[in-house]
């Protein structure tokens, strides 16, 4: 059923990449939350005022902060798939991350409402009035939720939404929150016990915690998180699988929001090679990424000497002391020069592992300390990088 829905009313919606095609996913899953969230929120609310019963108004008011989470949604896409302008030249794809943390702090806000409506409740009891129509209408409410969860869920995962996801996931703790609900009343009307209150409290609490986990998922993106893993491993290997590569290093990914991620890599060529014909090959690796992955990429070309023994050789001497020390994964960039008074200046970067403590200064004493043991004529210049990735 949810891919006839795409196909009737997205154009393209295989192509999940293309900005208008999120912004088309995005409204689509605004337009269907806030239909259905409006519906249940009128029925469960006329349910609970009719009843007496504060975990079913608690759940209406749920539903209509929802509708609510759902047009600030259809917000969040509309203003991300605006086009870049001088004010936002890198687009303002981040709008959807904002839209997401503001959709969490409802879910917040309203679990803290519905917990303190709850105590209130036990303090002063005042049993509801349930009957079975109430309870099988509220239970099909529940079936209609879950359908909102998975539909959700499914565009989130379509085309990889924090925003979308954040309200898949208030949908589906909706189904826990009303069937904690419908279990309350249910007690209330075979046996006449009266936890209505505590029910409340219940559902507050998973509320609370969808809220907390909502926004954590919202906002590292807005504080800068590390980029997908496969992205960062794919153009590292793309970009090696070009014979005349010889090393890739420094990949750095900027996310500025879904369809809008700009990156930058340094690609080590041979020092002998032409450089019209490295810049060549340089170019079109960069139009190679762009269309693989539909990113921005800036390649650095960073010539070194593959051809040298005695350069070949130092470098692995180097690389066996920073990995027996477990100082970092690679060194990048090497080079041999004639130092001053006939010594060999060595210029390197290395690659700090992740678990490092040592600070930049430490380890960059460290390092020419031990080298200096292998040959006192050797100088050292080190360049410390950190992973970006």
Known sequence: MYEFLFRRFIRDYEKTTLPEVRYAYGSLSGRVGIAVNLILSGVKLLLGLM??????????????ADAAASIATLLGFRLAAKPADAEHPYGHGRVEYVAGFCIAGLILLIGFKLLEASVEKIIEPSPPEVDLPMLVIL??????????????????????????????????????????????????????????????????????HSGWESARDTLQPLLGKPP?????????????????????????????????????????????MDFLKAHEIVDGLEELLRRKYRIIVTVHMDPVVVDDPETNRVR??????????????????????TAKGGGRKLIFDVQVAPDCKMTDEALRFFLQREIKKLNARYYPVIQIDRFYC
């Open 316 to 337: 692995e001497e180097i690389e066996a002391l920073v990995q027996r020390e477990k100082l970092g994964s690679s060194i990048h960039d090497f080079r041999m020069t």
């Open 139 to 208: 239970a099909a409410s529940i079936g209609l939720q879950l359908w909102l969860g998975r539909f959700n869920k499914t565009i989130g995962a379509r085309i990889d939404s924090a925003a979308i996801r954040a309200a898949a996931a208030d949908s589906l703790n909706d189904c826990v929150a009303t069937i904690v609900v419908v279990v309350s009343l249910a007690l209330y009307y075979l046996s006449g016990i009266d936890i209505d209150g505590w029910a409340g409290i219940l559902v507050a609490l998973f509320i609370l």
């Open 51 to 64: 009843s007496g019963a504060v975990s079913v108004v608690a759940d209406a008011i749920h539903n209509l």
């Open 228 to 272: 997908d893993k496969a992205l960062v491993q794919g153009i590292g290997k793309t970009v090696l699988r070009h014979r005349c590569i010889t090393g890739v290093h420094d990949i750095i990914i900027h996310d500025y929001g879904p369809g809008r991620i700009f990156a930058s890599v340094h690609a080590e060529v041979p020092a002998s």
